[in-house]
């Protein structure tokens, strides 16, 4: 299983676009890497998948460069309701979930 | 839509007594999973199941058991607490399609204190 090495926490400002990179050097060839939210008292949320190159929804957007050790997600004109922790998962998604790692998250902080 | 949802939300248990943990899904998935989350850290998985009948460890599996018996539900059993098993519980359930965006799908969680 890939491990994944992501910031402990960052802190931004409202109106604000935040950038959090996610290292997976020894992501295999069928991983995928997925980005999940968590609010305090709530449980994790999923925001973005992808396998390579770039994924864009109505949340955030995900650029994986060619190699794919790594990845960021990038959260644009951010708000005080994005203060949360942050995952970043690299798994088989067609094996399912229950290979799945949670690390310990990144805490963004956006301050008014 | 109910989702995923999970009982109770709270309990505080003495060390020794037993209890279960029931999480409920409504979305016909065939994967559902059973985490903790300790202050400050990422979830660790507990056990999983990915299919009725059928149960697997996770990470963390001793001091717990599970059972599946019907598709939509998945049960978390304490059989003798300890105060190590004091943390939040997070169920989880999931797909197999082979879409782009499969992902988790998470209840909101059950505090549980071991004394």
């Known amino acids: 299983l890939a491990k994944t090495t992501q910031p402990i926490s960052m802190d931004s400002y409202e109106g604000q676009e935040v950038n959090i990179t996610c290292s997976h050097n020894n992501i295999a060839t069928n991983d995928y890497i997925t980005w999940y939210q968590q609010f305090p008292s709530q449980g994790p949320r999923f925001i973005i998948q992808?396998?390579?190159t770039k994924v864009t929804n109505e949340v955030a957007s995900l650029f994986i460069p060619a190699d794919r050790k790594s990845s960021t997600l990038s959260l644009p004109r951010v708000s005080l309701s994005d203060t949360a922790v942050y995952y970043c998962?690299?798994?088989?998604?067609?094996?399912?979930?229950?290979?799945?790692?949670f690390g310990a998250g990144t805490r963004l902080f956006v301050k008014a | 839509n109910a989702g995923v949802t999970q009982t109770p939300k709270f309990r505080v248990l003495k060390t020794g007594q037993s209890m279960t943990l029931l999480c409920a899904q409504d979305m016909n998935h065939e994967y559902m999973y059973w985490y903790r989350q300790d202050p400050g850290m990422g979830l660790r998985l507990i056990h999983y199941s990915v299919g009725e009948g059928t149960t697997a460890k996770g990470e963390v599996p001793d001091g717990y058991n599970v059972s599946r018996l019907k598709k939509q539900n998945f049960l978390l059993g304490l059989e003798s607490a300890a105060p190590s098993q004091t943390s939040v519980y997070f169920c989880?359930?999931?797909?197999?399609?082979?879409?782009?965006?499969?992902?988790?799908?998470f209840g909101s969680g059950t505090q549980l204190s071991v004394l």
């Open positions: 989880a359930s999931s797909s197999y399609t082979g879409a782009l965006d499969e992902k988790l799908f």
């Open positions: 998962l690299v798994g088989d998604k067609n094996t399912g979930g229950f290979k799945t790692i």
């Open positions: 992808g396998y390579k």
